[in-house]
């Protein structure tokens, strides 16, 4: 059974740093791209980012240069580098195997002062 567990939100003010975390078992981790994705209130889910099994990374435009996507293949971890979060960055934060049904059930990002 695939699991993937999210941690690491919480309540930041404009301008600061999270961490996110997700921890992956019922996969064989290390083959597959993992990603991040959100769903601010009243709007449509979206793409963060993703990382190959390679390495290689992508962003969405709104992210990038803030936030830093990347994977631990032997603890099965893939974490989300979030600085210089903005209002706009609130949501709740899903891990995903990109182009398949195994998300987390969210992990909520809020932004504010």
């Known amino acids: 059974q695939v699991q993937l567990v999210e941690s690491g939100g919480g309540l930041v003010q404009p301008g600061g740093s999270l961490r996110l975390s997700c921890a992956a078992s019922g996969i064989i981790f290390s083959i597959y791209t993992m990603g991040w994705y959100r769903q601010a209130p009243g709007k449509q889910r979206e793409f963060v980012a993703a990382?190959?099994?390679?390495?290689?990374?992508t962003y969405a435009d709104s992210v990038k240069g803030r936030f830093t996507i990347s994977r631990d293949n032997a603890k099965n971890l893939v974490e989300l580098q979030m600085n210089s979060l903005k209002p706009e960055d609130t949501a709740v934060y899903y891990c995903?195997?990109?182009?398949?049904?195994?998300w987390g059930k969210g992990t909520l990002v809020t932004v504010s002062s």
């Open positions: 995903t195997v990109p182009r398949s049904d195994y």
């Open positions: 990382i190959t099994s390679s390495g290689t990374t």
